[in-house]
């Protein structure tokens, strides 16, 4: 299985790659295995950092030992991001992925089922939300296939699930990405509400009297929330 998530990276020659918790190497040892590529990975287990150093002394200068939330970008240019993520902060990574986005290529990822589902629904289902809207505005959102729990020792009590996040280069030409990252967390953080209700105190009273306000934010594409923000947002 982690030689089928490896294999779903698109490679190309020079490409610089960082791993996010690489823990007992179960990926790491077929990254090491690609011809051509700069390879990272950000670790901030003490043991695991040993331990991978100990089994893979190649990485003796290419882990760099801190928390994946306080840690800088990891390479000058553009580059990819892999891991089998951390599920009580998967959620976060992404954030920071999104902050990345401008150098990062693509994103393979294995998540908590639920939260992989999350990131690639569409509009109108109960799981659609904020990380829905945020990484679809700039990636390509491919869900590529589950992961059965019996492939782990020992076997964990979800389900998990491996997506791939192509970045879009901005194909929605979005300005202020805080800005619309206020609007999007606004308009979900009263999901029940209409967006005339939800969005009050971010947009102008004036705005709000506009059709679509009489939505909930569930109902909206991305399409449409890029065209509230470039429309409505200050």
């Known amino acids: 299985m982690c030689r089928k998530i490896v294999a779903s990276l698109t490679i190309h020659k020079d490409m610089q790659l960082v791993e996010i918790g690489p823990g007992g190497g179960a990926i790491t040892k077929y990254l090491l295995e690609l011809e051509d590529v700069q390879y990272k990975a950000i670790e901030i287990d ?15 200068n290419k882990i760099i030992h801190k928390d994946i ?41 294995m998540f908590q089922k639920e939260v992989a589902q999350r990131v690639a629904c569409k509009e109108g289902s109960k799981t659609y939300g904020i990380l829905s809207v945020l990484m679809q505005a700039f990636f390509d959102v ?32 979005i300005t202020d990405k805080k800005s619309f990252i206020r609007l999007v967390k606004a308009a979900f953080n009263q999901r029940r509400k209409t967006l005339r209700n939800a969005l009050k105190g971010t947009l102008s009273p004036e705005a709000l009297t506009a059709a679509i306000f009489e939505k909930r934010a569930e109902q909206l594409s991305v399409a449409d929330f890029v065209a509230i923000y470039k429309q409505y947002m200050p």
């Open 69 to 109: 939330l306080q840690a800088d970008v990891p390479f000058e240019g553009h580059f990819s991001v892999i891991g089998n993520f951390p599920y009580n902060i998967s959620s976060p990574i992404l954030f920071k992925v999104l902050d990345w986005e401008p150098q990062v290529d693509e994103v393979i990822g």
């Open 46 to 60: 003490d043991e695991k950092v040993v331990y991978l150093k100990n089994t893979y002394p190649v990485l003796i």
């Open 142 to 173: 491919s869900y590529l296939f589950d992961v059965h729990e019996n492939c782990f020792t020992p076997p964990p009590k979800v389900k998990s699930g491996v997506l791939r996040l192509t970045n879009t280069h901005n194909k929605w030409e």
